[in-house]
């Protein structure tokens, strides 16, 4: 293979900006073809973005011959049934996040690749982006010492549609698997795992406190890293004010940055303080498709991979408890 060729399976919002057109500013990357069940839309996509074809049935564009590699960026409830056909057809895959709609749904999907001995990749990009890199950089090389404990608060206010009733999927359970933690938090949690280590243990607890919609819009978790580490967080979706901060505390310092807002990350230790602005790129997705592109071609390795995303599914079931 000299180059990837991309289909993508379902082309809405997070494909125009954050994903799809990194897919041809890739080196040796290329995006050929595009679905929609709804065909005007998945051809409007195709013109505005300079696709050759487009379809609106997800199996013509997964038999595609000249498809490589399918980006499955539909809601959480379909991730399954796709992918698996993906692997049926012997093509490569990258699932959005979150991977699945449970753990289980992880789980079978995994297998499906392994036993066709084809990547299962999973867009959890942050793992890619520069900003977070350098606080890999920071732990691993021990400029706060052994990280003790990490803290994660999030908030934000109810928005007009959920308050004036309207439909959205990322509320529905049976759409997305929960409400806006599993949705947000997913990506928070998993760049936690990827900094951080395994996680052993995991506790939480959940409320509906707005009856806006089924899902919860409450969250508190506590966790064990497999090194010892402690973690805790909440989450709340009706809150007065927006808040993202997540704090690790070390033997020798701590580091302080934000999972989705602007901000500088931070290092704070006796000897040093630290406050770096590192930008992502135009296409936030761009570094994560670049990584994929690379180990397809020259086994360079990814940092998302379906194993990896599961725990970040593991964790979520865990927190949230039973359905």
């Known amino acids: 293979m000299q180059q990837v060729r991309w289909g993508i399976i379902g082309c809405g919002n997070v494909t125009e900006l954050k994903s799809g057109p990194a897919f041809n500013k890739v080196a040796n990357s290329a995006l050929v073809a595009v679905m929609r069940r709804d065909a005007a839309k998945a ?6 973005h300079q696709v050759p074809r487009w379809y609106s049935d997800a199996s013509q564009l997964i038999n595609d011959p000249e498809v490589d590699a399918v980006y499955i960026a539909t809601p959480p409830d379909s991730h399954k049934d796709y992918a698996l056909q993906v692997a049926a057809a012997g093509k490569i895959c990258c699932v959005e996040k979150p991977m699945a709609l449970n753990a289980a749904e ?6 499906a690749f392994e036993q066709k001995n084809l990547p299962l990749y999973v867009s959890y990009y942050r793992r890619s982006l520069p900003r977070f890199l350098k606080i890999k950089a920071w732990l691993d090389t021990q400029l706060i010492g052994e990280p003790r404990q990490v803290q994660w608060n999030f908030s934000r206010s109810p928005n007009a ?3 004036a009733g309207q439909y959205n999927w990322r509320t529905d359970p049976a759409k997305a698997g929960g ?5 947000l938090a997913s990506h928070g949690l998993d760049l936690l795992l990827y900094l951080l280590g395994d996680v052993v243990d995991v506790r939480g607890f959940c409320q509906n406190q707005q009856k806006l919609y089924a899902a919860e819009d409450a969250v508190s978790a506590v ?3 497999q090194s010892g580490c402690l973690g805790c967080g909440f989450w709340n979706f009706g809150a007065a004010e927006r808040q993202d901060q997540v704090v690790i505390y070390g033997s020798k310092g701590r580091i302080e940055f934000s999972v989705f807002e602007n901000q500088p990350v931070s290092l704070l230790t006796a000897d040093q303080q630290l406050s770096l602005d590192i930008a992502h790129p135009e296409n936030i997705q761009f570094y994560h498709i670049q990584a994929m592109v690379e180990d397809l071609l020259h086994s360079r390795g990814h940092p998302s991979t379906g194993k990896t995303a599961a725990r970040a599914s593991w964790m979520m ?3 949230l408890g039973p359905s």
């Open 179 to 183: 409400g806006y933690f599993i949705d």
């Open 43 to 48: 051809e409007d996509y195709a013109k505005r």
């Open 317 to 319: 079931e865990h927190i």
């Open 161 to 163: 549609a959920d308050l």
């Open 106 to 111: 992880c789980q079978e999907m995994i297998r």
């Open 223 to 225: 966790w064990q890293f």
